[in-house]
């Protein structure tokens, strides 16, 4: 059977430590790597990604968020393995519902990339499985509540779906008469952009519902050429585009950088829209910003940029029915 070229990308990810500092020209001896009794989230990370890496620079920005550092093995007070909660909110297996009127999916536990600071590393994906009868128990439980009107399609990364799951998954959900906006969360677009083939848009573009994507850059390395064809597309096919950013230490936490990444988004049709502080994530406390010194970056960036350039600057505490704004 043919293999697309984005299959073909998935299947040579960089799974192992020495294989991606090879490929990035730097030796592991100078580097504390992680040494995980598990592997439970391994490194992973596609080819064109890396190829968006300087060559050499240890510290990297866009190394830094796929590099498992020994930093990842300390215990560090108040990072925990489920950081918001969400096992409490998740109601029915693979939904979770945390605020009035939306409910989020989760589609599957795969992603194209391994995020080091993912507030998800630890997320039980065995018991809140994508299989089929939990996508039915879970539409069984939106089409009940009538108050729910926006479904957000989350995971993993919901665009690690193959062509014809999320094409059923979306004819299902245009069944409920009550849901009428649909938000895909996604870092496919900027990681592994040969994803977004013209039949994916097809897919996601011909269903009734007011579609969002919001894709995840946090560093405007990653908006390279084939990233800024691909978000060409998206804009063209109607959708409307957001991103979010998390804040982390020694990958953009300075306000020129940020603003760069606002000037990049906008230059391609996509609005900044949040900058979200650090989930205190077992295996990640050696990204955290301080809130001080976020506040001042976001004022810099208020400073410097138009309104609605500026993302929010918010924080997720586990209970709240909203974001907070730190901002
Ligand atoms: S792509 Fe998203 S869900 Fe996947 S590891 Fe990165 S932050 Fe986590």
Redesign the pocket.
Known sequence: MDISRWQHELREVIRAPGELLEKVGLQAEKLALSTPVSDS?PLKAPLSYLKRIRAGVADDPLLRQILPLADEDRDVAGYRTDPLDEITHTTTPGLIRKYPGRVLLITTSV?????R?????HYPYNENSPSRENWTAALDTIRNDSSIYEVIL????PLSLSDEKLDTLIQQLETIPHVRWLRI????PV?LPSRMTDKLLQTITRSRFKLTMVI?ANHPHEIENEVIETLQRLHQSGMQLLNQS?LLKGVNDQAPVLAELSHRLYTNHVLPYYLHMLDPVAGAAHFEVAEDQARDIHKQLQATLPGYLVPKLVRELPGESSKTLLG
């Open positions: 989230f992603c194209a990339i391994h995020c600071y993912c507030f998800r590393r989350s995971g993993g990364d969360h996604t870092r496919i990681v995840h998390v």
